[in-house]
């Protein structure tokens, strides 16, 4: 893989963007004359800030050694990267103290590179300029260079790839590319690192979104994944499937769902129109259902008899028992314990539709543990069972497939909402947890460009605390489940047990196209804290006689804050996920209320 | 020729499984040293990780254990370091894609390289992905460790020829654990491999008794044996590393007897 440098970082803000990013390197520029400069203190600042995982280089300029043996000394630096006319003892020096050398070559005759590859330094880097961000001319005379080296001058999002190519660097160094007006720019700090490390996943990954997805799954899985891929190929412009399916979802599921006018929530608030997309008000009381139906048809056409699920809320798992009651296949379903505790209604739902429900007792006991044991179950019997995966998330092509079925709710939205209203709404809102209520909903607007999109996270008790399911806001790359994505984990890589008082969000990662989503800037993902949810859960029963499930109620949280700041010619969509029977227990205990299901 | 074909060299090659930190970290590095005195070939360490998928309950527990002790990814460098100055035997991590990729895929195979670890197994890196933990692995000298399971049909060939170290030929279906019955078809899939290369197949999952790790051994290049020794370690705590021993030392006696 190839490392990453970003280089002259001056501000707080430039560590946390790097912190999370994690790139191997980043700089410091110790040279007065350059907008960049930082001075000891700052350094210093910066410094105890940034993760340690990833090395601070001191970039100098014919400095005194002792300057830099002291910030070395001082640990504010790992690296110093030499970039004036510094000799062989200079070097010599440093590195008999034991500070890792970076020297920096121009790198426009073959006179220089050949200086640069009989140079004594840990590890040379290539520029064309002094760091101006002046490309190199002839990439191509790079190739002749034996050792390794760090590719440097004029680098960007757009370019980094080619180079890599072309050259095959150690490393890349930034610093002008990832700038707007001389400062560093955080979205062009995310597109220039999702650039760099696409050149280091396989050609032969699958699933791909920017950096996100793939196939992260034994191999015993490969074949049963890469066969649903194959059938679902095969069948989604299969015309019979096709009428099939939307057969089931009209006069079966209660499709198209209603777009309706929420008057008086609007008014209450006062600003943007607010539109409520009801998928609560299709059979089984979520949006789940489609995602299901298709799922479950498509299985049955593979010729397999049983499905498995896991459930959060327990949702998931009653739509899947449904479609396995109605198409006459097998239903086992994987619940978190505490889940079957906090859910106990939805469990005897689904063993009324003749399920099996298992409660998963292994890790947290939550969506997290119903999953792994859910995938466990598929290694051990393949041939007669299809894992019915309830979002977007899970190894390819789980994500397309769930996206696709989902993507029903924003073709009907954008749809109704032209009718209603003759225009594209100004902003679409959803809950997320794995995401495929949240992907459903924004799906057909993603190129529609004036049309934000809004994912509301569970926060739990608020994502300053350990106590909350905030991937977006609180998690960092990894692979689980399949995937590439933004996941809640602590510094080892171990998977954070996550809380939120909603089952259904209570998950530690996310679905791979929303992290690509928002590393693009294309959708923002807000948290949303359990009192908030809760207060939307009772708001939204009292203003418009809707009982909405608490997972939902994280969308409407943050309608009731965004619309009162828009105007009144503007319009939202808030998608009512599901409906909230099912929590009223839970929430009669949140206020202090004992009720009996 | 690599540290890991040495373990096969004209032998079949016994090899055992244990969890870092189960029960602790100095108990494990006892464990080590009693494995290779009994004549273990490779030793495969699991670095804990929270939500182990590919296991069955017996190694799941194990990794419950070493990560309510707060056995972290530097304590298992470090005890690796330790231990490599007692033992010679090949030692392979294996762990999940998270682990490695969390702490930095460089700075880990570096690590490696610099503790004495031979190489890596990640059960949830198939074929597809490998490229992005492979190119770097094999910078410092760490094997890849492809799998191949019952289902993988025609994937063998494009598996085995990429394969390096030795072959991890998974026995059935489902996570680890001990089974009664193993499934007679891992012979034909040893068979499939050996046509596309000459790095040794190790068969391992569902294999606790000395005969079934000798009859497994026989038809292939050696056998993993993990859950089994897990359970051992469960049931003494401290006290394991003798009884893990013996165990060790009954699992090869039945190998010379086949």
Redesign the interface.
Known sequence: ?T?IKLCGLTREEDIKTANKL?P?YIGFVFYDKSRRNVTKAKAKQLKSMLNP?IKAVGVFVDAPASQVEELFDENIIDVAQLHGNEDEDYIKELMDNNIPVIKTFKANSPEELIKAEKSNADMIMLDAGNGEGVPIKDLKLLTFIDRPFILAGGLNQENVASAIEITKPFGVDVSTGIETNHLKDEEKMISFVSAVRKD???????GRFGVHG???????????VNELEEAYNHYKDDPEFNKELTDLLNNYAGRPSLLYYAKKMTEDLGGAKIYLKREDLNHTGSHKINNVLGQALLAKKMGKTRLIAETGAGQHGVATATAAALLGMECVVFMGKEDTERQALNVYRMKLLGADVIPVT??TATL??AV?EA??EW????DDTHYCLGSVMGPHPFPTIVRDFQAVISKESRRQILELEGRLPDAVIACVGGGSNAIGSFYHYIEDEGVQLIGCEAAGRGIDTFETAATVNTG?I?????MKSY?C?D?????APVYSISAGLDYPGVGPEHAHLHDIGRAKYVPVTDDEAVDAFEYIAKTEGIIAAIESSHAIAYAKKLAPTMNKDQIIIVTVSGRGDKDCAAIARYRGEDIHE | MSKIAEAFNNKKAFIPFITCGDPDLETTEKIIVELEKNGADLIELGIP???P??E?PVI?GANIRA?KNKI???DVFDMVKRVRYKVQVPLVFMT????????????FFEKCKNVGIDGIIL??????????FE??ASKYDVDFIS???????E?IDM?AKEAKGFIYV?SS???TGARTKLDESIANLVEQVRKNTDVPCAVGFGISTPEQAAKMADISDGAIVGSAIVRVIEEYGKDAPSKVGSFVKEMKEAYHAS
């Open positions: 893989m490392t994690k191997e995982e280091g996943t396989s050609s032969k990954s699958k793939g196939q992260y799954i034994p191999e015993t899985l490969m074949n049963a292994s890790g997290k543990d792994s995938m466990r290694t051990t019997r393949i960092r990894g692979i689980f489940h399949g996941f984990q510094e080892y890589g171990q998977i | 990780f929270s939500d998928t590919a069955g799941q990560l972290t990814t530097d999940y894609a998270n682990v490695v990729f969390s702490y930095g895929t460089g700075r059960p949830d890196v198939p074929f597809e992905e490998k490229a992005e190119e770097t799998m191949i399971a019952p289902t993988s049909k994937r598996i998974v279906l489902g996570v």
